[in-house]
């Protein structure tokens, strides 16, 4: 049996692990017949699951698998571009989930599965044994899905950003030095991908700290769609305080329909070329990417060939193997768009799942809510409040609503409070 | 007219279903022939502005942990029917059912009335 014992896991972890009680409670040791629950990928969804696991079953053993030792929240990142986080203040750390809630985390790659053997193949740890598995590893970009684009480019001048980090602040910087007047086009990209209303809350937060520093500048967003999530908080909000609309407009929208979809880049010239045929030169070009399951979920054939893992709505189990459970932004859970509050509470079905099987129980009925924020400004915040059920094996949406009130500043300042609030709360719910 | 109407519906791209404001509430009674969902998962989908078990304590949006049981089953039932204006928790409440805000009173009246992240999970606390 290739199970990490305890001696092994003392090796690997060292001394100073064991002081804190890295892995268990002082007052006891993992029996051994405690089941093993692994869980690949520490972002929101993997580190929801390992949080709340513990919380409702204390004799289980945890063990995350994660290459990062550092994780940079993605919901409120757009703020760098406004100046109003700083990435350190979106940084957390696995400490928390070893030391109260007794995780044992291993830092490295998780390369592949062993459904036969139930156990993972870790890049340099070797095998780690699972009695469950749940595995939470994101989406992969399909940069190429613009001609011309490659991961060279995307870490070199033309950062998409869409996953927090040195991306971030590059692309801040590349605002920053841009020349008065200047052009920044940004590509939106088709359905589905990470957080909806995020491209146009990023080119609000751009417009903002360029109506500061350089008011003549232009903000292009050239769209794979012909909506989006806020569309009309987002457009009166410019109409009122960008002059969208007029020759004189910071920011400029263009619809699929009307040409919008970015096909190339020609780095070379910073040229966009659209579905159209129009070449739009710009200072700073930010192609937020096409989304796909992560290389892990398809190497490992938990997609099935498909864009996305199919689960069991009822308890985020794959169709591949019973043993193993699949959340968040990975896994095919349309109507559900992909959200880091939804990936949390498919985590919480599934440890329920998990600890209802060990004890012999059926699983419970779930729910699922997306009751999230996105702001347009400093001082404008807007809310959605989606909630999906499951029937008949299918996800069900029974509500869909965005916030609708117009032309009510104090109304769009408190929501905004809301959003800053909830951004907090939230890493907190997850990480503290 | 009405076929028009549906013929229209259908032809809506996927797209716009996904981006649209605001879509019809199917009433929770509408499944009411599906087991019943446990108060705590109803309850941890509050979590992420409330706080883990409804016990965050230093933010603008309030705790819920350890409310008495009819307090917040007035609220919700005053949310859930717009006797009581809010921003959001209109919406939030008005999916679910007397029954489901019932065991959702009941979950967060049985959490202790204090910071979650003060207990030493490890060490027992609650969940000795």
């Known amino acids: ?432 | 007219m009405k076929s028009l109407l549906l013929a229209s519906l259908f032809t809506l791209p996927f797209l716009a279903t996904q981006t649209m404001a605001s879509g019809a509430l199917i009433p929770a009674e509408k499944f009411a022939a599906d087991p019943a969902i446990p108060g705590k998962i109803l309850g941890d989908n509050c979590s992420a502005c409330h706080g883990t078990q409804g016990r965050i304590y230093d933010e603008s949006m309030p705790p819920i942990a350890g409310i008495p049981r009819d307090v917040f089953i007035k609220l919700m039932m005053d949310f859930k029917n717009e006797v009581r204006p809010s921003i959001v928790m209109n919406h939030v409440a008005k999916v679910f059912s007397e029954a489901e805000i019932e065991r959702m009173a009941d979950y967060f009246a049985a959490q202790p009335d204090a910071p979650w992240s003060e207990e030493n999970v490890l060490k027992g606390g609650q969940y000795e």
Not at chain 1, 152 to 162: I, N, R, T, V
């Open chain 1, 1 to 432: 049996m290739n199970n990490l014992s305890r001696r092994q896991l003392i090796k690997q972890l060292g001394a100073a692990g064991i002081a804190t009680g890295l892995f268990g409670a002082s007052k006891q040791a993992w029996s051994k017949t405690a089941p093993h629950v692994v869980i690949v990928g520490g972002g929101i969804g993997g580190a929801s699951a390992a949080k709340y696991l513990r919380i409702i079953d204390k004799n289980v053993k945890i063990t995350l698998i994660e290459p990062n030792k550092e994780y940079i929240f993605c919901p409120g990142s757009n703020e760098i571009l406004n100046e109003t986080a700083t990435l350190e203040e979106l940084t957390v750390n696995y400490e928390t989930l070893k030391n109260r809630y007794a995780v044992n985390v291993i830092t490295d790659w998780a390369d592949d599965i062993d459904y036969t053997g139930k156990r993972v193949k870790t890049r340099n740890s070797g095998f780690v044994a699972y009695d469950k598995l749940i595995v939470s590893p994101g989406p992969d970009y399909k940069l190429d899905a613009v001609e011309g684009y490659n991961k060279a480019l995307a870490e070199g001048d033309f950062p998409h950003a869409w996953k927090a980090g040195a991306q971030t602040t590059k692309l801040f910087d590349q605002m920053k030095s841009m020349p008065q007047g200047g052009t920044i086009a940004i590509s939106s990209p088709p359905m589905p991908y990470r957080c909806p209303p995020a491209p146009y809350e990023r080119a609000s937060f751009m417009a903002e700290w360029l109506a500061h520093h350089n008011p003549t500048a232009k903000i292009l967003i050239l769209d794979s769609k012909d909506g989006f999530t806020f569309q009309k908080h987002y457009l009166d909000y410019w109409t009122k305080v960008r002059g969208y609309g007029t020759d004189n407009s910071m920011i400029e929208w263009v619809a699929a329909k009307d040409g919008g979809e970015v096909k190339q880049l020609d780095a070379l010239n910073k040229t966009l070329i659209t579905a159209n045929g129009d070449k739009i030169k710009a200072d700073v070009i930010n192609i937020i990417p096409n989304h796909t399951a992560a290389k892990f979920a398809k190497d490992t054939g938990l997609s099935q060939g498909q864009e996305w893992v199919s689960i069991d709505p009822m308890t985020y189990q794959s169709r591949v193997d019973k043993d193993v459970y699949v959340v968040g932004d990975v896994t095919e859970s349309s109507p559900m768009v992909k959200t880091g509050y939804l990936a949390s509470n498919h985590a919480k079905v599934v440890v329920q799942a998990i600890v209802d099987e060990f004890n012999g129980k059926a699983p419970s009925q779930p729910l699922y809510t997306n009751n999230c924020v996105a702001l347009a400004g400093d001082d404008y915040g807007m809310s959605i409040t989606d909630t999906f059920r499951v029937q008949n094996g299918k996800i069900v949406k029974q509500y869909g609503h965005q916030s609708t009130e117009l032309d009510n500043p104090a109304l769009h300042y408190v929501r905004a409070s809301l959003a800053k609030n909830w951004q907090r709360a939230f890493r907190r719910d997850i990480f503290a």
